[in-house]
């Protein structure tokens, strides 16, 4: 492996930790997350005794009813602390709730953090709700031994591109596995990383800011390329959820799949199904040829905890160069902290240097687009759905989604009647 010293941002601002330990000696607090990669990052940080007087509890929900059970537990008391999703429409229900509390009230200090990783706890209303932890890769991932096998160049335009997609199928393989089944990929993931290869990111910010309709051809014919991918896709993509899509990738009966870079770090069940599995990364080359630098999400403190002194301690602690590096070593993905790291970890290396081509603007996150439902991120989920089961066109479905934008007067909705 080699050795690589990775800056993730030009300016380094060191964050300092609370100090008033006293009051909060042989504290433990609660931590409910979906994602299992931080397990031995949390345990690090309890045996090391990094957050002083603190004992951070992990717990791991399954994220396939993630959201019930903490809306119940929340009515209860619930975690202290927990993992929240990215997006506003996410945020928006534990706000209406009063169950989370903003970073500025709790006195947590996020100057710190990738800027470009802040709208991972950014609400509607454009305060700050939590800590964000990651930034993430969505790009293309692929099988790098069946890419091999097959004599495949990497692609430089679209043309190539699919012509990938024909020789998997000649060979027998999926050329794209999609969990068309799964709403939140196809919102977060899946059309994200279509829009950042297909659509300049000047088209882009003028969707978002309203001045573009997502009517126009330079949207409808990203749809209508999507489409156009169908016969290399599985029979049924809207029957086809997250594991496996993953699995057919892992196992080398797709070539490819559109996804983030957590599905190949080292808790990845892709490598259950294949042991040597070894992921490549790319963007969909097309005008803008990009990928998505996607904040994932922050840590969220509960209003109603009892601890949360503590709990401001370990949010503090979260933002400090000392745990970007842990998060480095254990969960091998991104950190949203601002500092100099050492990265010994090859794929952790390939991410962060596709990261360096990431699209400026991400939509599905804007708060623009998903201030009132249905938001960007329900539409596209539900549009994408029929596209790939060929119950609309794009031009069909492009409609459907500036509809629903219209419906309750977003930025664009005088512009695009």
Not at 196 to 211: K, N, P, S, Y
Not at 266 to 289: K, L, Q, R
């Amino acid at each position: 492996m080699r050795l690589l010293k990775t800056t993730l941002a030009v300016a380094t601002a060191a964050a300092s930790l609370a100090t008033a330990t006293t009051a909060m000696a042989n504290t433990t607090v609660e931590f409910w997350t979906f994602r299992p990669q931080e397990e031995a990052l949390w345990n690090r940080v309890n045996q090391e005794n990094l957050i002083p007087g603190v004992t951070v509890n992990f717990n791991r929900i399954s994220n396939d009813d993630y959201e019930a059970r903490l809306r119940i537990a929340l009515q209860r008391g619930g975690p202290d602390i927990f993992s929240g999703k990215v997006g506003a429409q996410w945020l928006a229900q534990f706000i209406a709730a009063d169950a989370i509390v903003s970073m500025e009230e709790l006195g947590v200090d996020l100057s710190n953090i990738l800027p470009g990783a802040l709208a991972g706890g950014q609400a509607a209303d454009g305060q700050f709700y939590g800590v964000p932890f990651a930034v993430q890769l969505q790009s293309i991932i692929y099988n790098t031994d069946a890419f091999e096998s097959l004599g495949l160049a990497h692609p430089t335009n679209i043309d190539e591109f699919e012509a990938l997609l024909r020789a998997a199928d000649a060979a027998g393989m999926e050329g794209l596995a999609v969990a068309g089944q799964a709403g939140w990929y196809l919102n977060q993931v899946f059309n994200e990383v279509i829009m950042a290869g297909l659509v300049a990111d000047a088209d882009q910010q003028a969707f978002v800011d309203g001045t573009k309709c997502f009517t126009d051809p330079v949207f409808v014919s990203a749809l209508e390329r999507v489409a156009s991918w169908g016969p290399y896709m599985s029979a049924n993509p809207t029957a086809t959820n997250y594991d496996p899509m993953r699995t057919a990738v892992a196992s080398g009966d797709a070539l490819m799949m559109i996804d983030g870079a957590w599905s190949t770090g080292p808790a990845s069940p892709m490598y259950e199904i294949n042991p040597d599995f070894y992921p490549g990364f790319m963007a969909v080359p097309g005008v803008n040829g990009k990928v998505v630098a996607h904040p994932d999400g922050a840590y969220l403190a509960n209003a109603r905890s009892e601890k949360l002194d503590a709990v401001r301690q370990v949010l503090e602690f979260t933002t400090t160069e000392t745990f970007g590096q842990l998060f480095l070593e254990e969960v091998t993905e991104p950190t949203a902290v601002q500092g100099e790291f050492v990265v010994e970890n090859d794929i952790t290396n390939a991410v962060m240097a596709a990261l360096a081509n990431a699209a400026s603007i991400e939509p599905f996150i804007q708060p623009a687009l998903n201030a009132d439902t249905p938001n960007y991120g329900e539409l596209i989920a539900q549009q994408m759905q029929r596209l790939l089961a060929g119950n609309a066109t794009a031009a069909e479905a492009a409609a459907a989604v500036q509809a629903g934008l219209n419906s309750w007067g977003y930025v664009g909705a005088a512009n695009c009647r």
